[in-house]
């Protein structure tokens, strides 16, 4: 009953969650469906106050614009959008209604529609759209016979008119509709849907009217606003678009239509090539311009002159993601790569999901291992009382003074057994005096008191090494999970996609004739580019591999080269991938001299050096304990596994701690260790990093001037988390790197831990990274007389400006 009453408990806190959370659901739906309710309103109200004057010296025109948006809003076929359309409609008609020739055939031809539409449209779009041209005639008709009294033929005229003018604009706003619904997909939108949105964005601004602040038309400054927007984002191809048809759109409503068109035009023209000289720069160009007409035009006045400055502040008011989201959406190539990056992060995150997913099993796995439930006083207890029940079963289970012992005198004889064991435990084996009176069997209760304990102390040892093995087992499953998180952190770091950068090189290519198959650039997380060119694998390619490096150079104005094993074959699709990153500063020269132990065929150091794929150079020296080939295994494995994670990229605190973690489950058995120099040079810019976990000091030559690089930390294996200190030094060309194993230094005794002998050497010679190393090699022999202690290696490596 009460685990009933536990998960009824539970079911009801889910269910009150979940009530909660369609609430919420709720509100921001209800919300969103009001936002969406007061927009149709407020275009309606709009497109309803648009007035298009069909001559300069009529004072009244005609307004299409409304009955066109609500047939436009009927076909998404809902009643309640169709309704609030028709209601804003409605709205602006009364607003311009002495403006117009016919305003209240506009109201009845709503009217009617919307009827229509909401209480008697089938399914059918193109016989919704015939009736609906077709209550647009009959009202415009008996419109004109009952109320303006035309004649017959003059009203069949006029109301055709009003008929035909009205399908184009309604096609034209149903397409805009249908393109709003597009943003924020991955749909690319086609050049005749950008300009029916450009028109509709026009209408709705000439809807605004001869509505004045302080004199100041406010329709001018919004259609400025928007022409500059347009221009500042899509270029002068757009800019130019959008002014001449805001131009047009504001002309026909003010009767002014080319002063209108030339106006705007050029403001959209002249701010759209401008725009990627800034936001600044491209408006004062446009002032400039404007004043420039100004002194050849009468039509540009002080009040004109203020708008235009009104809408440039303003302007310069909208917020950069603004602009970048409508670029987005104009701009084929922007919302390419805008999707992209949407993809790829949508990629990360469902690896890093499921990493996560493994981090925690491996947490669990940890946990467990090192979870001990074991009560230590029920141990305590249950250790006598099993020592007590072996020994008596071993001794006591065909005695015929059984029952007389346990049965009679229990509590007495458990207790003398008590003593018995205890007294062996502590190095004094005797038989307790009532024990040996009554018990005939004492010398066979002896040799099973020694057997039991004895027994039950090996099997204590292995319980408890298990139990060691277990803890060792899980915090070196901990470090790795922790390794796995900071993985995912370097994993997650944002990388950029250039498309700008592979547009030149496609231009570059194409201008050339050198042909490619796909083209990838991105720029990495230190910010510096990278180019992946995949083209087919064939007879020559291999020079043009040089050609693209040379060409694309000059073309880009930027010094690249092919990375380091950059230049792959795809054996599944039999195409080239070539690799292009820029081209260091620097390069490196390294060279490594070895001698074993005394007795010794192998030495157990181990060293490694190279360029990595991330423009860095690394140098790896690992001196295993001992000598000989195990230590040589350990120092091996530790070089092996530092420079595959450098090489992926990690930094050097993951890197070390993975290795730490892995060596020390691979060295807990026999307690090895080995340790690790670890020098990171950018090739870039010549920061270095130094790392060093229980290795000997490393020193920098510069000239006469000799610097030591040492750091205090165990070696690999003997803790379970490294705190890695970081050393940096900035490096130039002609510096020397000398790293060295303690077999080295540990020669001379006569230092006393003060200026090793090496630093000395090295202020006076001069030689090049194989010789340098040879000669120290030689002077470290020369100076133990020939006696090798330990395992002697030096790794110079020296800076050198690329050409």
């Known amino acids: 009953m009460r685990r009933a009453d536990v998960q009824y408990g539970l079911g009801v806190d889910k269910y009150e969650k979940i009530g909660k959370l369609t609430n919420i659901k709720r509100k921001v739906w209800m919300r969103t469906s009001v936002v969406k309710l007061l927009t149709i309103l407020l275009i309606g109200v709009l497109l309803g106050r648009v007035n298009l004057l069909l001559n300069q010296s009529d004072s009244r025109g ?15 076929e809902n009643k309640r959008d169709i309704l609030i359309a028709a209601i804003g409609i409605a709205i602006g008609y009364l607003t311009i209604n002495n403006m117009l020739t016919d305003g209240y055939a506009y109201l009845m031809a ?80 086609s050049s005749e849907e950008i300009v029916s949105i450009g028109i509709f964005l026009c209408l709705l601004v000439s809807g605004i009217g001869n509505i004045n602040f302080m004199d100041y038309s406010i329709r001018n400054i919004f259609a400025l606003i928007l022409v500059l927007t347009i221009a500042y984002v899509g270029g002068a191809a757009y800019g130019s678009m959008i002014g001449v048809l805001m131009g047009i759109m504001l002309g026909v409503a003010s009767s002014d239509m080319m002063y209108s068109v030339a106006f705007f035009g050029v403001g959209g023209l002249t701010v759209g090539i401008f725009k990627d000289t800034g936001k600044i720069f491209s408006i004062l160009s446009g002032i400039i311009i404007y004043f420039a007409l100004a002194l050849y035009s009468n039509a540009v006045t002080l009040k004109l002159g203020i708008e235009v400055l009104v809408s440039c502040f303003l302007f310069l008011c909208i917020p950069k993601p603004v602009y970048k989201s409508i670029e987005i959406e104009i701009n084929p190539q922007k919302k390419k790569t805008h999707f992209g990056e949407v993809q790829l992060n949508a990629i990360k995150e469902e690896f890093t999901f499921k990493l996560q997913g493994l981090t925690s099993v491996l947490l669990s796995v940890a946990k467990c291992l090192g979870d001990n439930n074991d009560n230590e006083n ?76 004895n027994n039950y102390n090996v099997s204590e040892t292995i319980k408890e090494r298990l139990a060691e093995g277990k803890n060792v087992l899980s915090t ?55 180019i992946r060119i995949s083209m087919n694998n064939y007879d020559g390619a291999e020079y043009y591999e040089k050609k693209i490096v040379s060409l694309l150079s000059n073309g880009i104005k930027m010094n690249l080269c092919i990375e380091e094993d950059g230049c792959n074959i795809d054996i599944k699709t039999n195409e080239r991938i070539i690799t292009i990153e820029e081209k260091p500063k ?49 120092s091996k494995a530790t070089v092996d596994l530092v420079e ?73 294996g003997l803790v379970d ?74 790794v110079v490596s020296k800076v050198y400006l690329d050409s």
């Open 476 to 530: 070196h499953i901990s470090n790795i999970t922790t390794t796995l998180e900071m993985l995912l952190n370097d994993f997650k770091r944002e990388v950029n996609i250039d498309t700008e950068l592979e547009r030149l090189i496609k231009r570059v290519l194409n201008k050339n004739s050198i042909y490619y198959n796909n083209i990838f650039c991105y720029i990495d997380k230190n910010g510096r580019a990278k």
């Open 721 to 794: 988390e490294v705190d890695v200190e970081i050393i940096k030094y900035n490096l130039k060309p002609g510096d020397i790197l000398i790293n060295v194993s303690d077999g080295i230094l540990d020669i001379s005794k006569l230092n006393n831990g003060k200026v090793s002998w090496l630093e000395e050497y090295l202020k006076n010679i001069n030689a090049d990274p194989r010789e340098l190393s040879e000669k120290i090699l030689e002077k470290a022999k020369k100076i133990s007389k020939g006696t090798l202690n330990d395992d002697m290696t030096v």
């Open 644 to 716: 595959k994670l450098m090489e992926a990229g990690f930094d050097e605190d993951i890197t070390v701690n993975t290795v730490n973690s892995i060596m020390g489950m691979r060295f807990a058995q026999d307690e090895k260790y080995a340790t690790l120099d670890l020098n990171k040079i950018d090739l870039y810019n010549g920061d270095a990093i130094f790392v060093k976990i229980g290795a000997a000091p490393s020193f920098i030559k510069r000239g006469s001037d000799i610097k030591s690089v040492n750091s205090k930390n165990l070696p690999l």
């Open 378 to 453: 029920l141990l305590i207890k249950s250790k006598g009382s099993a020592l007590v029940e072996n020994l008596a079963d071993r001794s006591c289970s065909n005695c015929e003074n059984k029952p007389l012992c346990w049965e009679r005198d229990f509590h007495q004889t458990f207790n003398s057994f008590q003593m018995l064991i205890k007294s062996y435990e502590e190095g004094c084996l005797a038989i307790p005096i009532d024990l040996e009176k009554k018990c005939v069997k004492n010398f066979t209760l002896l040799r099973s008191t020694e057997g039991v304990v």
């Open 62 to 76: 005609i307004a299409p614009m409304g009955i066109a948006y609500l047939m436009a809003v009927a076909t998404k």
């Open 110 to 189: 709503v009217a009617i529609i919307t009827i229509y539409y909401v209480f008697i449209a089938s399914n059918n779009t193109r016989k919704k759209e015939l009736i609906g041209f077709i209550i647009i005639l009959s009202s415009f008709f008996i419109y004109g016979i009952t109320v303006n009294k035309y004649e017959l033929g003059v009203d069949i005229i006029l109301c055709l008119l009003q008929t035909i003018v009205v399908m184009p604009i309604y096609y034209i706003i149903k397409y805009a509709l249908n393109s709003f619904e597009e943003i924020n997909t991955n749909y690319f939108f």
């Open 586 to 634: 620097y390069h490196m020269v390294s060279y490594g001299a070895m001698e074993s132990k005394d007795g010794e065929f192998q030495t157990g150091d181990n060293y490694s050096f190279g360029k990595t794929t991330n423009g860095s150079y690394i140098t790896i020296l690992s001196d295993g304990m001992g000598s000989g080939p195990e230590a040589g295994e350990e």
